[in-house]
């Protein structure tokens, strides 16, 4: 059997109760090393066998898990925050599938749930944004055309760019292009929920010269839009004027 698991966004006590446990059954461990916080390995059991695959192909990966299954042994594939976004897990899955090897998927919590931690923000303010973005600058990896970042700007909802922090030149020309205003709030967390972890608030127009200021290349989100500014309208749910299901209005 094969666990893909959510490693959570960095800090070692974010993956949930169920990857811990069965990080602490694994025989045979294959984790994202250059991206899966190595603290979370003490999970592990003595006699576990640790493969990073930071340098290992996708064909690579599978034989480990191949001949994991041939022994009767246990297998955790570890990855970044939630393995459904940007986890590469579909092709490991389907080449499972095409073995006749069984496997699951325990979900994480994304990174991009880490950064709002870490900003101490809400993505979703009423009156002004309902909708999160998540997507990515294209660059060595392309991205479909009716997802180029300025077209998905064109609708100035919050935005969290994945892959994007060594691209944030273009980041700027392709919101601007979208209609984001130069001064709307922008912010780039780095490590978010590591012990290393950093949070540089600024604007659109800004991004790239905070980047550069802060010697910060990689391993970090793009958080965009006015969620990060001062104004909102406060909550229905808990508006003493507005009636729901479990209470009547008290004024």
């Known amino acids: 059997m094969v666990h893909f698991i959510g490693a959570g966004p960095g800090g070692a006590d974010l993956i949930t109760v ?35 695959s930071a340098s290992m192909t996708l064909e690579q990966v599978v034989e480990v898990m191949a001949a994991a299954e041939a022994a009767g042994s246990t297998t955790v594939r570890l990855h970044t925050g939630d393995p459904s976004l940007y986890g590469a897990i579909r092709e490991q899955m389907d080449e499972l599938d095409r073995r006749g090897i069984s496997y699951d998927v325990t979900p994480g919590v994304s990174s991009f749930s880490g950064a709002a931690a870490a900003l101490c923000a809400e993505y979703t303010l009423p009156d002004v944004s309902q909708s999160v973005i998540i997507t990515r600058m294209a660059g060595r990896t392309p991205v479909p055309e009716g997802e180029r970042l300025r077209k998905l ?43 290393e972890e950093r949070v540089y608030r600024c604007t659109v127009s800004t991004l790239a010269q905070t980047a550069r200021e802060n010697h910060i290349t990689k391993t970090a989100l793009i958080t965009i839009g006015n969620f990060l500014g001062e104004k909102y309208e406060r909550s229905k749910l808990y508006d003493p004027t507005f009636t729901h299901e479990f209470r009547e209005a008290s004024r």
């Open 18 to 52: 169920r990857g811990a446990r069965l990080l602490g059954e694994a025989d045979v461990i294959i984790y994202a090393g250059s991206l899966v916080n190595p603290a979370l390995l003490e999970y592990r059991k003595a006699d576990c066998q640790v493969h990073d």
């Open 153 to 195: 700007a064109g609708h100035g909802c919050t935005m969290v760019l994945f892959l994007s922090t060594g691209l944030l030149e273009q980041v700027e020309k392709e919101l601007a292009a979208g209609g984001y205003p130069p001064h709307t709030p922008a912010a780039i967390v780095y490590k978010a929920t590591w012990p």
